[in-house]
């Protein structure tokens, strides 16, 4: 069974900082991993998708990299602002056709 | 454009009552999820579809009954409410990947807060 582990589970920075979040994942055969942004009391913001076949994405000041066969996948801010405060999930699509999410990390940037 | 949107936004049951939540998208997705997040445990999925008058079973069906009448729409029903069916819902939409069976991009609505008494 497929198993998505975010560490750590809360994180605070000061503003300006470069920072990253972890993701990892038990089963490698997988098709996709998505980062997703989610604010207390609203819903999922869809952040970066990345497919099996690519090793990283970028949007912005985000960037997503993809390593399938260590089970790793990175998400790195940059320069974070008080306004990417929230909590930021990772998923993947493996075999059981099936999202799998971590249970994220609260991220908390400081003015 | 709203993207998804689901109904109620709250509500709160007692132990034994039926509802239904209701999912829309106007996205003209083919392929539709129900999801619920408890504390702690991430997201799990109850129920998908990958087209107009087809269901499946996720990770935690039981208890849910689902219907994909329409491609836009797709509801969650809760025939006899339990407290451990005390959560947030969400539901998301995706175009298929041109995988088949693989979930691309999936979009997701603000979520229903349900309380079960």
């Known amino acids: 069974k497929q198993e998505v582990t975010q560490i750590p589970a809360a994180l605070s920075v000061p503003e300006g900082e470069n920072l990253v979040l972890n993701c990892s994942f038990t089963d490698s055969a997988i098709y996709n991993l998505q980062w997703f942004r989610q604010d207390p009391g609203k819903g999922l913001t869809s952040l970066l998708l990345i497919q099996s076949s690519q090793r990283e994405q970028t949007s912005g000041r985000l960037n997503a990299s993809l390593d399938k066969s260590s089970g790793r996948s990175t998400l790195y801010i940059a320069a974070s602002q008080p306004g990417d405060s929230a909590t930021y999930l990772c998923a993947v699509f493996a075999s059981a056709r099936q999202l799998t999410f971590g249970s994220g990390t609260q991220l908390t940037v400081l003015p | ?117």
């Open chain 2, 1 to 117: 454009n709203a993207g998804v949107t689901q109904t109620p936004k709250f509500r709160v049951l007692k132990t034994g009552q039926s509802m239904t939540l209701l999912c829309a998208q106007d996205m003209n997705h083919e392929y539709m999820y129900w999801y619920r997040q408890d504390p702690g445990m991430g997201l799990r999925l109850i129920h998908y579809s990958v087209g107009e008058g087809t269901t499946a079973k996720g990770e935690v069906p039981d208890g849910y009954n689902v219907s994909r009448l329409k491609k836009q729409n797709f509801l969650l029903g809760l025939e006899s409410a339990a407290p451990s069916q005390t959560s947030v819902y969400f539901c998301a939409s995706s175009r298929p990947s041109p995988v088949p069976g693989v979930s691309n991009e999936q979009f997701f609505g603000p979520g229903t807060r349900l309380t079960v008494l």
